[in-house]
Protein backbone atom coordinates (compact mmCIF):
# COMPACT_ATOMS: atom_id res chain seq x y z
CA UNK A 1 0.00 0.00 0.00
CA UNK A 2 1.34 3.35 -1.09
CA UNK A 3 1.58 6.14 1.54
CA UNK A 4 -1.47 9.01 1.21
CA UNK A 5 0.95 11.34 1.64
CA UNK A 6 2.60 10.08 -1.74
CA UNK A 7 -0.34 9.37 -3.46
CA UNK A 8 -1.29 12.61 -2.96
CA UNK A 9 1.71 14.38 -3.93
CA UNK A 10 2.01 12.39 -7.37
CA UNK A 11 -1.22 13.27 -8.42
CA UNK A 12 -1.03 16.74 -6.62
CA UNK A 13 -3.81 17.05 -4.73
CA UNK A 14 -4.25 17.83 -0.57
CA UNK A 15 -6.79 16.48 1.25
CA UNK A 16 -9.83 18.41 1.53
CA UNK A 17 -10.61 19.63 5.61
CA UNK A 18 -13.97 20.77 4.89
CA UNK A 19 -14.68 16.70 3.62
CA UNK A 20 -13.38 15.26 6.84
CA UNK A 21 -10.74 14.22 4.85
CA UNK A 22 -8.31 11.64 7.03
CA UNK A 23 -6.99 9.07 5.28
CA UNK A 24 -5.13 5.63 6.56
CA UNK A 25 -1.58 5.41 6.70
CA UNK A 26 -1.54 1.69 8.22
CA UNK A 27 -2.61 -0.80 5.92
CA UNK A 28 -2.65 -3.65 8.92
CA UNK A 29 -6.28 -1.46 10.03
CA UNK A 30 -7.87 -1.95 6.80
CA UNK A 31 -6.89 -5.83 6.97
CA UNK A 32 -8.17 -5.99 10.78
CA UNK A 33 -11.30 -4.28 9.92
CA UNK A 34 -12.59 -6.71 7.07
CA UNK A 35 -11.48 -9.63 8.94
CA UNK A 36 -13.35 -8.79 11.79
CA UNK A 37 -16.08 -7.70 9.54
CA UNK A 38 -16.49 -11.40 8.22
CA UNK A 39 -16.32 -10.09 4.90
CA UNK A 40 -17.04 -13.29 2.88
CA UNK A 41 -17.34 -14.31 -1.12
CA UNK A 42 -20.82 -14.39 -0.01
CA UNK A 43 -21.03 -10.67 0.72
CA UNK A 44 -22.03 -7.43 -1.52
CA UNK A 45 -20.21 -4.69 0.11
CA UNK A 46 -21.34 -0.78 0.25
CA UNK A 47 -18.23 1.08 1.00
CA UNK A 48 -19.29 4.73 2.34
CA UNK A 49 -16.02 7.59 1.24
CA UNK A 50 -13.55 5.11 -0.88
CA UNK A 51 -11.08 7.96 -0.79
CA UNK A 52 -8.10 6.68 -1.85
CA UNK A 53 -8.75 2.92 -1.24
CA UNK A 54 -6.93 1.66 1.45
CA UNK A 55 -10.32 -0.05 2.36
CA UNK A 56 -11.62 -0.85 -0.87
CA UNK A 57 -8.84 -3.04 -1.57
CA UNK A 58 -8.72 -5.70 0.93
CA UNK A 59 -12.89 -5.23 1.32
CA UNK A 60 -12.72 -6.44 -2.28
CA UNK A 61 -10.14 -9.44 -1.87
CA UNK A 62 -12.54 -10.91 0.44
CA UNK A 63 -16.27 -9.89 -0.79
CA UNK A 64 -18.14 -11.35 -3.75
CA UNK A 65 -18.57 -7.41 -5.22
CA UNK A 66 -17.83 -3.97 -3.40
CA UNK A 67 -19.61 -1.03 -4.64
CA UNK A 68 -17.98 2.03 -3.37
CA UNK A 69 -19.20 5.26 -3.25
CA UNK A 70 -17.26 8.55 -3.13
CA UNK A 71 -18.02 12.33 -3.23
CA UNK A 72 -15.10 14.34 -4.44
CA UNK A 73 -14.82 13.75 -7.90
CA UNK A 74 -11.23 14.50 -7.91
CA UNK A 75 -10.10 11.02 -6.45
CA UNK A 76 -11.95 8.77 -9.01
CA UNK A 77 -9.12 8.44 -11.22
CA UNK A 78 -6.61 7.88 -8.39
CA UNK A 79 -9.06 5.29 -6.83
CA UNK A 80 -9.95 3.17 -10.31
CA UNK A 81 -5.69 3.56 -10.86
CA UNK A 82 -5.21 1.85 -7.24
CA UNK A 83 -7.91 -0.58 -8.23
CA UNK A 84 -6.69 -1.48 -11.34
CA UNK A 85 -2.99 -1.87 -9.76
CA UNK A 86 -4.10 -4.29 -7.30
CA UNK A 87 -5.85 -6.18 -9.62
CA UNK A 88 -9.16 -5.36 -8.32
CA UNK A 89 -12.06 -5.94 -11.05
CA UNK A 90 -14.87 -6.23 -8.31
CA UNK A 91 -15.30 -3.26 -7.46
CA UNK A 92 -17.89 -0.83 -9.16
CA UNK A 93 -17.44 3.45 -8.35
CA UNK A 94 -20.08 5.56 -7.59
CA UNK A 95 -19.56 9.01 -7.49
CA UNK A 96 -21.78 10.47 -5.13
CA UNK A 97 -23.05 12.20 -1.89
CA UNK A 98 -23.93 9.39 0.95
CA UNK A 99 -26.61 11.61 2.09
CA UNK A 100 -28.08 12.35 -0.98
CA UNK A 101 -27.68 8.29 -1.91
CA UNK A 102 -31.75 6.23 -2.07
CA UNK A 103 -30.09 3.35 -0.76
CA UNK A 104 -33.34 1.17 -1.59
CA UNK A 105 -33.89 2.43 -5.01
CA UNK A 106 -29.92 1.81 -5.49
CA UNK A 107 -30.37 -1.47 -4.37
CA UNK A 108 -33.38 -2.32 -6.65
CA UNK A 109 -31.45 -0.70 -9.96
CA UNK A 110 -28.19 -2.93 -9.15
CA UNK A 111 -30.41 -6.36 -8.95
CA UNK A 112 -28.77 -7.07 -5.49
CA UNK A 113 -30.81 -9.95 -4.05
CA UNK A 114 -28.95 -10.50 -0.53
CA UNK A 115 -28.78 -7.60 2.24
CA UNK A 116 -25.48 -5.61 2.12
CA UNK A 117 -22.70 -4.76 4.49
CA UNK A 118 -21.42 -1.48 4.77
CA UNK A 119 -18.02 -0.54 6.13
CA UNK A 120 -16.86 3.13 5.76
CA UNK A 121 -14.03 5.78 7.46
CA UNK A 122 -16.94 8.22 8.30
CA UNK A 123 -16.32 12.22 7.98
CA UNK A 124 -16.81 13.32 11.41
CA UNK A 125 -19.25 16.06 10.51
CA UNK A 126 -21.51 13.88 9.05
CA UNK A 127 -21.15 10.65 10.74
CA UNK A 128 -24.90 11.06 13.05
CA UNK A 129 -26.25 11.92 9.84
CA UNK A 130 -24.81 8.95 8.07
CA UNK A 131 -25.85 6.42 11.56
CA UNK A 132 -29.52 8.19 10.54
CA UNK A 133 -29.41 7.14 7.50
CA UNK A 134 -28.56 3.68 7.85
CA UNK A 135 -31.24 3.37 10.52
CA UNK A 136 -33.66 4.15 8.50
CA UNK A 137 -33.03 2.20 5.50
CA UNK A 138 -31.89 -0.98 7.61
CA UNK A 139 -33.81 -3.30 5.49
CA UNK A 140 -31.61 -3.47 3.13
CA UNK A 141 -28.40 -4.24 5.26
CA UNK A 142 -27.66 -7.11 7.37
CA UNK A 143 -24.47 -5.32 9.04
CA UNK A 144 -22.10 -2.02 9.15
CA UNK A 145 -18.29 -1.56 10.62
CA UNK A 146 -17.85 1.93 10.25
CA UNK A 147 -15.15 4.33 11.44
CA UNK A 148 -15.93 7.16 13.88
CA UNK A 149 -14.05 9.80 16.34
CA UNK A 150 -13.57 7.45 19.53
CA UNK A 151 -15.90 9.74 21.98
CA UNK A 152 -18.69 9.36 18.99
CA UNK A 153 -18.39 5.47 19.06
CA UNK A 154 -18.46 5.80 22.95
CA UNK A 155 -21.78 7.59 22.57
CA UNK A 156 -22.86 4.67 20.24
CA UNK A 157 -22.53 2.05 23.10
CA UNK A 158 -23.11 4.00 25.85
CA UNK A 159 -25.59 2.37 28.53
CA UNK A 160 -28.88 4.20 30.20
CA UNK A 161 -27.73 7.37 33.15
CA UNK A 162 -24.35 7.95 32.00
CA UNK A 163 -23.68 11.69 29.90
CA UNK A 164 -22.84 9.86 26.12
CA UNK A 165 -25.98 8.13 26.45
CA UNK A 166 -28.46 10.36 23.91
CA UNK A 167 -30.78 10.19 20.97
CA UNK A 168 -28.64 8.25 18.43
CA UNK A 169 -27.45 5.40 21.15
CA UNK A 170 -31.46 4.70 22.16
CA UNK A 171 -31.97 4.45 18.13
CA UNK A 172 -29.44 1.84 17.43
CA UNK A 173 -30.11 0.45 20.91
CA UNK A 174 -34.03 -0.27 19.50
CA UNK A 175 -32.65 -1.79 16.33
CA UNK A 176 -29.74 -2.98 16.57
CA UNK A 177 -26.28 -4.79 18.29
CA UNK A 178 -23.95 -2.30 18.61
CA UNK A 179 -19.94 -3.98 19.88
CA UNK A 180 -16.13 -2.34 19.12
CA UNK A 181 -13.83 -4.31 16.32
CA UNK A 182 -10.91 -2.02 17.45
CA UNK A 183 -9.48 1.75 18.66
CA UNK A 184 -6.97 3.21 15.95
CA UNK A 185 -5.03 5.94 16.97
CA UNK A 186 -4.64 9.51 15.38
CA UNK A 187 -1.26 8.62 14.09
CA UNK A 188 -2.30 6.06 12.03
CA UNK A 189 -3.94 8.58 9.70
CA UNK A 190 -3.00 11.33 7.30
CA UNK A 191 -3.42 13.92 7.82
CA UNK A 192 -2.96 13.29 11.41
CA UNK A 193 -6.00 13.97 13.66
CA UNK A 194 -6.53 15.69 17.11
CA UNK A 195 -7.97 12.77 18.59
CA UNK A 196 -7.99 8.87 18.37
CA UNK A 197 -11.15 6.83 16.18
CA UNK A 198 -12.69 3.69 17.22
CA UNK A 199 -14.39 0.95 14.77
CA UNK A 200 -17.88 -0.41 15.70
CA UNK A 201 -20.20 -3.29 14.10
CA UNK A 202 -23.75 -2.52 13.96
CA UNK A 203 -25.29 -5.68 13.41
CA UNK A 204 -29.24 -4.86 12.80
CA UNK A 205 -32.00 -7.08 13.89
CA UNK A 206 -34.88 -8.45 11.94
CA UNK A 207 -37.07 -7.62 14.99
CA UNK A 208 -36.64 -5.16 17.46
CA UNK A 209 -36.48 -6.89 21.05
CA UNK A 210 -39.66 -3.93 21.85
CA UNK A 211 -41.19 -3.55 18.93
CA UNK A 212 -43.54 -0.35 18.15
CA UNK A 213 -46.53 0.43 16.07
CA UNK A 214 -44.80 3.90 15.19
CA UNK A 215 -40.95 3.63 14.65
CA UNK A 216 -41.32 7.18 13.10
CA UNK A 217 -43.09 8.86 16.38
CA UNK A 218 -41.01 6.59 18.94
CA UNK A 219 -37.78 8.55 17.27
CA UNK A 220 -39.69 11.98 17.47
CA UNK A 221 -40.34 11.10 21.08
CA UNK A 222 -36.13 10.24 21.70
CA UNK A 223 -35.84 13.36 20.11
CA UNK A 224 -38.17 15.44 22.06
CA UNK A 225 -36.98 14.06 25.19
CA UNK A 226 -33.25 14.57 24.95
CA UNK A 227 -33.38 18.33 23.06
CA UNK A 228 -33.32 19.57 26.65
CA UNK A 229 -32.06 16.74 28.21
CA UNK A 230 -31.14 18.92 31.49
CA UNK A 231 -34.92 19.43 31.73
CA UNK A 232 -37.19 16.43 33.70
CA UNK A 233 -38.99 14.45 31.25
CA UNK A 234 -41.98 16.48 31.59
CA UNK A 235 -40.72 19.73 31.37
CA UNK A 236 -38.72 18.62 27.69
CA UNK A 237 -41.64 16.79 26.66
CA UNK A 238 -43.85 20.00 26.72
CA UNK A 239 -40.95 22.69 25.50
CA UNK A 240 -40.54 20.19 22.36
CA UNK A 241 -41.65 20.43 18.79
CA UNK A 242 -44.47 17.31 20.30
CA UNK A 243 -46.09 20.63 20.94
CA UNK A 244 -47.88 18.03 24.11
CA UNK A 245 -48.88 20.06 27.47
CA UNK A 246 -47.03 19.87 30.38
CA UNK A 247 -50.21 18.41 32.29
CA UNK A 248 -51.12 15.75 29.27
CA UNK A 249 -46.94 14.85 29.13
CA UNK A 250 -47.33 14.03 32.83
CA UNK A 251 -50.10 12.09 32.66
CA UNK A 252 -48.51 10.09 29.95
CA UNK A 253 -45.38 9.41 31.58
CA UNK A 254 -47.50 8.11 34.87
CA UNK A 255 -49.39 5.76 32.40
CA UNK A 256 -46.01 4.39 31.09
CA UNK A 257 -44.63 3.96 34.88
CA UNK A 258 -42.40 6.72 34.32
CA UNK A 259 -41.64 9.43 37.27
CA UNK A 260 -42.25 13.03 35.57
CA UNK A 261 -39.27 13.81 37.60
CA UNK A 262 -36.54 12.02 35.22
CA UNK A 263 -34.62 12.65 32.86
CA UNK A 264 -33.82 11.39 29.25
CA UNK A 265 -30.66 9.67 29.67
CA UNK A 266 -32.02 7.28 32.74
CA UNK A 267 -34.92 5.44 30.28
CA UNK A 268 -34.07 1.98 28.47
CA UNK A 269 -34.81 1.06 25.20
CA UNK A 270 -38.20 -0.47 26.62
CA UNK A 271 -39.57 2.92 28.35
CA UNK A 272 -39.16 5.21 25.88
CA UNK A 273 -41.62 2.33 23.50
CA UNK A 274 -43.95 2.62 26.32
CA UNK A 275 -43.57 6.09 26.84
CA UNK A 276 -43.99 6.61 22.75
CA UNK A 277 -47.29 4.41 23.08
CA UNK A 278 -48.88 5.76 25.60
CA UNK A 279 -47.92 10.09 23.86
CA UNK A 280 -49.58 8.18 20.92
CA UNK A 281 -52.58 6.93 22.69
CA UNK A 282 -53.38 10.00 24.56
CA UNK A 283 -53.04 11.91 20.96
CA UNK A 284 -55.43 9.97 19.58
CA UNK A 285 -57.93 10.37 22.86
CA UNK A 286 -57.35 14.43 22.26
CA UNK A 287 -57.96 14.46 18.70
CA UNK A 288 -61.25 12.28 19.20
CA UNK A 289 -63.14 14.18 21.52
Partial sequence: MTSPATLLKAWKMLPKKQLGQNFLAD????????????????????????????????????AGHVYAV???????DLLETELLLHKRDNVTVITADILRFDLGNFVREAGI??????????????????????IEARGWIDRAA?????????????????????????MLAYC???????????DRFFPKPKIDSEVIEIRFRETPEH?????????????????????????????????IPAAAAERALEAASIDPARRAETLTVREFVALSRSLGEAALERSSR
Avoid: C, W
Wanted: aromatic share 6%; net charge positive.
Fill in 70 to 76: ETDRRLI
Fill in 27 to 62: PAIPRTIVNRTGISAADVVLEIGAGLGALTVPAAGA
Fill in 176 to 186: AEVRSLLTVTA
Fill in 146 to 170: LMFQKELARRFMAKPGGRDYGRLTV
Fill in 113 to 134: DRPLVVIGNLPYHISSQIVVRL
Fill in 211 to 243: PTPDEAFLFRVVKAAFGQRRKTLRNALAGSELH
